[in-house]
C-alpha cells in the first residue's frame, strides 16, 4: 500500500488556539481501503485533529493533501462535497426534530423543479428509517419521530447512519461506540469494516483497545498533540497499545502506584484523582 | 381512525395556540357576553392582529432559530418617519420613500446580524443596543431635518391602494399583506429544504455548521427579515394614516414576543410553526381588542394576557412532551 496515493495526508499540521498549541507537527496518511485508529487521552487533541481534517477548524500551518494534491477547507460543506464524512463526538443529531428531517440537515432530498423545489419528507423519512434499522434498531419505524425521544445509543445510531449514508471516500468516527450497547458497537466494527472493503477510508477515534484492536489497520497514538508512534497492525501487542493509549504512562506502572498505596492505607484504594 | 388523527393533532406546535384561541373566545362570550358576530366582522383585532402578525412572523423565525430580535420596537417608528420624511417632508416620488424605509429595515438587520454572528454577545443585548440607537437616530434625525417630532405625508393613490387604505373604510388593507405573509414563510420553513436549516440552527447550532448549512449566512438573512418586517408596518401605518411619529412601537416588542411564544415556538429555539405565530397574533389582538366587545373593564386586560401566556405555554410544553414520547404502536 505504500506506493499508493494516499487519499488524505496531513503534513507539518499544527494547530493552536490563540496562545494554546493544540496540535504541533502532524504528520499522518490515511489509505483507501483502511482504518486508522487516532489513539490518546483525553485532552490529547483527537477531536481537534480531525476538526481540521473535515472543515471545522483551518490548521495554523501546515498542509492538508487529498489524493497527493493540496486542498483548503474553508467549511465542512468542503470536505463534506469531497466526500469525507464526520460523526462528531457529541451532537450531530436534533432532539426536537423529526428523524427524516435530522438525517437529511444541510442536504435535504428536494422533488419538484427550479425555484419549486420542496423538501420531499416522505423520501427523507424512508431513507432514513431505512438506514438506521440496517443498523440493528429495529425499534425506529416512523421518520416522523422526533429525535429527542429516542435513546442516547439510538441517537449516536442515527448520527453514525447518516455519516455512513453520505460518505463517499472518508468517514471519520469520533468515539462512536462511546454511547452504544454490545451489539450496537459490534455493529460499528462491521460497519467499519464493510465501509473498508467498499475502499473507504476510515478514522476511528476511541478509548477502547477492544475495538481498536479489533478493526485497526493503522495507529496513530497522540500524546499532548503530538504524534507519539505510528505502527501498523501487528507491530505493537496489547499491552503496549494500552500504555500508549494512557499517555505514556505505563499500565504496570499505574498499577503499582495502586497497590503502594493500598499496601500503606490498610488496603484502601486510592481516592479519585482531584 | 378519528382517534389517531386527533392525537397526531395535539403533538403539532401550533395545538397550544389554536386551544388558547378556543379558550379566550369562550371566556369573553360566556363571561363578557360578548356577541360573536359582532366580534367575528369586527376590524379592530383583525388589523391589530395584521400589524402585530407581520413582524411576529420573522421574530418567530429567528426565535426558532434560536436569537432574539426586539430592535424591530424602534425599527416600526424608523419605518414611518423615513418615509414620511423622504416623501413627506422633501416631496420625493414615494418610491423612494419606500425603498428608503425597507433599506433602513435592512441595513440595521445587517447590523444585528452581523454581530450576532461575529461576536459572542448575546442577540437580546445586541438588538437592545440597536432599539436604543436606532430611536436616537430617528429623533435627532427628525429633529434635526424637519424640525419635528412628527411629520404628515400624503401618499399617492397607488401606493394606497398597495399598502395602506381601508377597505370598506375599516379593514386596512395590511391583512391581505400578512396572510400572504404568512403563507409565503409557511412555505419557507415547512416546506422548502432551508425550513429545515432554521430549525436545525436553533436545535444546535454547532451540529448544524459541522453539517455544512451556512449557519452565519442564514442568521444574517433571519436578522434582516425582521427588522425590514418591522420597518414595512411602520412604513404602511405612516401610508394609511397619512402620518408618523417618532415615538410609538415599543409596545410591539412585548406583543410579539407574547404571540410568538403563545403561537407554540420554543423561546430557547428549535421548535415552532408558522401556523401556531399565525394564532398566536390572533389570539393576542383577540384578547387586546375584543375587550372592547365585553362588558368587562379593559383595565383586566393585562391580567388575562398574562394568564393566557402562562395556560398558552403550559400547554404548549405539554404538547411537546407529547410529541417527544410518541412512538408509533407496532403494528400487529
Ligand atoms: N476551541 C478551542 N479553543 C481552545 N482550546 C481548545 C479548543 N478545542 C479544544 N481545545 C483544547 O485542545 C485540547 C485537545 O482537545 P480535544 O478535544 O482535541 O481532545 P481529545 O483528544 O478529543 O480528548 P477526548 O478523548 O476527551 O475527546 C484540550 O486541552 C482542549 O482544551
Ligand atoms: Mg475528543
Known amino acids: ?274 | 381512525m378519528n382517534g389517531f388523527s386527533f392525537r397526531s393533532l395535539l403533538r403539532r406546535p401550533e395545538m397550544g395556540s389554536v386551544l388558547s384561541l378556543v379558550l379566550v373566545v369562550a371566556f369573553y362570550v360566556i363571561i363578557g357576553h360578548v356577541d360573536v358576530g359582532n366580534l367575528v366582522g369586527a376590524a379592530s383585532w383583525l388589523n391589530f392582529a395584521a400589524n402585530l402578525g407581520i413582524v411576529a412572523l420573522p421574530v418567530g423565525l429567528l426565535m426558532i432559530a434560536g436569537e432574539l430580535d426586539i430592535s424591530i420596537g424602534s425599527m416600526i417608528p424608523a419605518g414611518s418617519m423615513t418615509v414620511a420624511i423622504l416623501s413627506g417632508y422633501y416631496e420625493l416620488p414615494i418610491v423612494v420613500g419606500i425603498l428608503g424605509a425597507l433599506g433602513f429595515g435592512v441595513a440595521v438587520g445587517l447590523f444585528n446580524g452581523y454581530l450576532a454572528t461575529h461576536t459572542t454577545v448575546p442577540s437580546l443585548i445586541i438588538t437592545l443596543g440597536s432599539l436604543v440607537a436606532v430611536q436616537g437616530v430617528v429623533l435627532s434625525g427628525s429633529m434635526l431635518l424637519t424640525g419635528a417630532a412628527s411629520v404628515p405625508l400624503d401618499a399617492p393613490d397607488w401606493a394606497k391602494t398597495v399598502f395602506g387604505h381601508l377597505i370598506a373604510n375599516k379593514y386596512q388593507v395590511i391583512v391581505f399583506w400578512w396572510l400572504g405573509l404568512t403563507a409565503l414563510f409557511a412555505l419557507f420553513l415547512h416546506v422548502s429544504p432551508w425550513g429545515n436549516w432554521v430549525f436545525a440552527l436553533g436545535g444546535d447550532e454547532t451540529s448544524a455548521r459541522n453539517a455544512g448549512i451556512p449557519t452565519n449566512r442564514l442568521k444574517i438573512m433571519l436578522f434582516v427579515m425582521s427588522s425590514t418586517a418591522a420597518a414595512f408596518v411602520g412604513m404602511c401605518g405612516a401610508i394609511v394614516f397619512n402620518s408618523a411619529q417618532v415615538s410609538g412601537g415599543m409596545n410591539y416588542i412585548f406583543n410579539v414576543i407574547v404571540s410568538v411564544v403563545v403561537g407554540g415556538v420554543l423561546l430557547t429555539g428549535g421548535f415552532g410553526s408558522i401556523i401556531g405565530i399565525f394564532f398566536g397574533a390572533i389570539t393576542f389582538a383577540i384578547v387586546n381588542q375584543g375587550i372592547y366587545f365585553t362588558d368587562i373593564d379593559r383595565n383586566w386586560s393585562n391580567l388575562i394576557i398574562g394568564v393566557m401566556l402562562i395556560a398558552a405555554v403550559l400547554m404548549n410544553n405539554t404538547f411537546r412532551k407529547m410529541a417527544l414520547a410518541y412512538a408509533p404502536r407496532k403494528k400487529k
Open chain 1, 1 to 274: 500500500m505504500a506506493d499508493q496515493t494516499p487519499i488524505l495526508e496531513l503534513e507539518h499540521v499544527d494547530k493552536s488556539f490563540g496562545p494554546i498549541d493544540v496540535l504541533m507537527d502532524i504528520n499522518l496518511k490515511v489509505h483507501a481501503g483502511e482504518v486508522l485508529c487516532l489513539l490518546g487521552d483525553n485532552g490529547a487533541g483527537k477531536s481537534t485533529l480531525i476538526k481540521t481534517l473535515c472543515g471545522v477548524f483551518k490548521p495554523t500551518a501546515g498542509k492538508i493533501l487529498m489524493d497527493g494534491k493540496d486542498v483548503r477547507f474553508n467549511r465542512p460543506r468542503d470536505a463534506q462535497e469531497m466526500g469525507i464524512s464526520t460523526v462528531h463526538q457529541f451532537g450531530g443529531t436534533f432532539a426536537l426534530m423529526s428523524i427524516g428531517r435530522s438525517f437529511f440537515v444541510g442536504v435535504e432530498p428536494t422533488r419538484g423543479w427550479g425555484p419549486f423545489k420542496i423538501f420531499d419528507r416522505a423520501k427523507a423519512n424512508e431513507i432514513a428509517v431505512r438506514a438506521v434499522r440496517d443498523f440493528g434498531i429495529t425499534r425506529i419505524e416512523d421518520g416522523d419521530r422526533l429525535v429527542g425521544g429516542l435513546s442516547g445509543g439510538e441517537r449516536q445510531s442515527l448520527a453514525i447512519a447518516r455519516a455512513v449514508h453520505f460518505g463517499a471516500r472518508v468517514l471519520i468516527l469520533d468515539e462512536p461506540t462511546a454511547a452504544l450497547g454490545v451489539k450496537q458497537a459490534s455493529h460499528v466494527l462491521r460497519i467499519i469494516n464493510e465501509a473498508k472493503r467498499r475502499g473507504l477510508a476510515v478514522i476511528f477515534i476511541t478509548h477502547q483497545v477492544m475495538h481498536a484492536m479489533a478493526v485497526g489497520d493503522h495507529f496513530a497514538v497522540l500524546i499532548r498533540g503530538a504524534i507519539a508512534a505510528d505502527f501498523r497492525r501487528g507491530e505493537k501487542t496489547r499491552e503496549e497499545i494500552t500504555d500508549l493509549m494512557a499517555g505514556g504512562e505505563t499500565m504496570a506502572d499505574l498499577e503499582a502506584s495502586i497497590e503502594s498505596y493500598e499496601d500503606t492505607h490498610e488496603g484502601r484504594p486510592p481516592p479519585p484523582a482531584p
